[in-house]
C-alpha cells in the first residue's frame, strides 16, 4: 500500500475547502437573486398599470380562500386562526396586504391556497 503524501493531502484539503467555498458563494447568490425578484415583483406592481394589482373581485376570491382555510384550521386548533392564515400568504407573497398581490400572482396565489385547503382536509372539492 502506498499512503497519501502530505503534499496531496494538503492538495485535497485545498480543494475541498474551495469547493465549500463555492457552495456558500453559490447559497448567497441565489438568496439574492430572489431577493432581487420579490424588489421587481413590487416595483413592476408600483410602476405598473392601473390593474397592477389584483381586482377587487380577486381579492374577494382571495378572501374567500382565506377565510375557509382559517375556518378549516380554527376547527383543528381552537384558536382564531384568520390572522395566521393572512400572515402565512403574506409571507409567501412578500406583501402587506392580499389586496396588494401584484395582477400576475394571482393565479400562484389561488393555487397556494388551494394546495393549504387539500392538506387540511384531503378534499379536493375547494369550496372557493
Same mark, same amino acid.
Given at each position: 500500500?502506498?499512503?497519501?503524501?502530505?503534499r496531496?493531502? +494538503?492538495? *485535497?484539503?485545498? =480543494? *475541498? #475547502?474551495?469547493?465549500?467555498?463555492?457552495?456558500?458563494?453559490?447559497?448567497?447568490?441565489?438568496?439574492?437573486?430572489? !431577493?432581487?425578484?420579490?424588489?421587481?415583483? *413590487? =416595483?413592476? *406592481? #408600483?410602476?405598473?398599470? +392601473?390593474? /397592477?394589482?389584483?381586482?377587487?373581485s380577486? &381579492?374577494?376570491?382571495i378572501?374567500?380562500?382565506?377565510? $375557509?382555510? &382559517?375556518? =378549516?384550521? %380554527?376547527?383543528? !386548533?381552537?384558536?382564531? #386562526?384568520?390572522?395566521?392564515?393572512?400572515? #402565512? @400568504?403574506?409571507?409567501?407573497? %412578500?406583501?402587506? %396586504?392580499?389586496? /396588494? @398581490?401584484? %395582477?400576475?400572482?394571482?393565479?400562484? $396565489?389561488?393555487?397556494?391556497? /388551494?394546495?393549504?385547503?387539500?392538506? @387540511? !382536509? +384531503?378534499?379536493?372539492? =375547494?369550496?372557493?
Open positions: 500500500h502506498s499512503f497519501p503524501t502530505r496531496s493531502s +494538503d492538495l *485535497a484539503l485545498r =480543494i *475541498a #475547502e474551495s469547493v465549500v467555498k463555492l457552495a456558500r458563494s453559490h447559497v448567497r447568490l441565489l438568496r439574492q437573486v430572489q !431577493t432581487h425578484e420579490t424588489r421587481l415583483d *413590487a =416595483i413592476e *406592481a #408600483e410602476l405598473g398599470h +392601473d390593474d /397592477r394589482f389584483i381586482t377587487v380577486q &381579492a374577494e376570491q378572501s374567500q380562500g382565506v377565510k $375557509a382555510i &382559517a375556518l =378549516i384550521f %380554527s376547527k383543528n !386548533t381552537g384558536r382564531n #386562526e384568520y390572522g395566521g392564515v393572512y400572515g #402565512e @400568504l403574506y409571507r409567501q407573497f %412578500s406583501i402587506n %396586504s392580499y389586496k /396588494r @398581490l401584484p %395582477s400576475g400572482k394571482f393565479n400562484e $396565489a389561488m393555487n397556494f391556497l /388551494r394546495q393549504w385547503w387539500e392538506r @387540511l !382536509t +384531503d378534499d379536493s372539492n =375547494i369550496p372557493f
